[in-house]
């Protein structure tokens, strides 16, 4: 069982930065699970943003690919989303996500992988 939360969602104008976090309570260790970032606009289906896996490596989005870097604590149990140059498209509610992988690399940006997730935070972007 995991219980992810998010926080850190914000107003900002474009152009700006902002860091959102995702705590986790875990009753297996942290460390064994692939973690991601999805998000969802208005109107929209929810897409995969970034991702890490057990072994650290990284997958992101081409929308978001030089712009936003995902990164772990996995002594904290804390997943982190540093999102630079943001633009209003990148207006919506952001989730984390995360699924028992071990020491693997994440598979995917697929939401079906993925068993556990957080409430959402917001994150709204004016031009």
């Known amino acids: 069982q995991v219980d992810l939360v998010e926080s850190g969602g914000a107003s900002v104008q474009a152009g700006g930065s902002l860091g959102l976090s995702c705590a986790a309570s875990?009753?297996?260790?942290?460390?064994?699970?692939?973690l991601a970032w999805f998000r969802q606009a208005a109107g929209k289906e929810r897409e995969g943003v970034a991702g890490i896996g057990g072994d650290g490596s990284t997958k992101y989005a081409d929308s978001v690919k030089g712009r936003f870097t995902i990164s772990r604590d996995d002594d904290k149990s804390i997943m982190y989303l540093q999102m630079n140059d943001l633009k209003p498209e990148d207006t919506a509610m952001y989730y984390c996500?995360?699924?028992?992988?071990?020491?693997?690399?994440?598979?995917?940006?697929?939401?079906?992988?993925?068993?556990?997730w957080g409430q959402g935070t917001q994150v709204t972007v004016s031009s």
């Open positions: 875990v009753y297996t260790k942290f460390g064994w699970n692939c």
């Open positions: 996500a995360a699924y028992f992988c071990g020491r693997d690399a994440i598979s995917s940006l697929n939401s079906s992988a993925f068993t556990y």
